[in-house]
């Protein structure tokens, strides 16, 4: 496996943590599911990757892009806090 990102259901990387990991990069779209599904607060990508993150499954709906090394502390206030369902990512 390849961990690619840490998703945190509460901001400034707080609350439950899991790490969005793959076996293959470049990857098909990723389901969330269980706790993290539109309950993301905080996210970080790793270096060597770049993520997209989505509101609705199968990698449809808005999309939110991050790239290699980039962490973002808090969603709140966004359209992206308490909405990611699915991501995809690639290496960078």
């Known amino acids: 496996m390849i961990e690619v ?3 945190w259901t509460d901001a400034n990387m707080q609350g ?6 793959i076996q293959n ?12 599904v ?3 607060s905080s996210i ?3 270096g060597g990757f770049t993520c997209a993150f989505f509101t609705d499954p199968g990698c449809q709906g808005s999309m939110l892009t991050m790239q ?3 962490y973002i502390a808090n969603l709140q206030g966004t359209a992206w806090q308490d ?3 699915s991501a995809s990512c690639d290496p960078a």
């Open 38 to 40: 539109d309950s993301i």
């Open 5 to 7: 990102a840490e998703l």
């Open 44 to 46: 970080e990508v790793f």
């Open 25 to 36: 990069v470049p990857t098909c779209c990723l389901n969330f599911v269980g706790t993290f």
């Open 83 to 85: 909405s990611i369902s």
């Open 68 to 70: 290699s090394g980039t």
């Open 16 to 21: 439950i943590a899991g790490i969005l990991d």
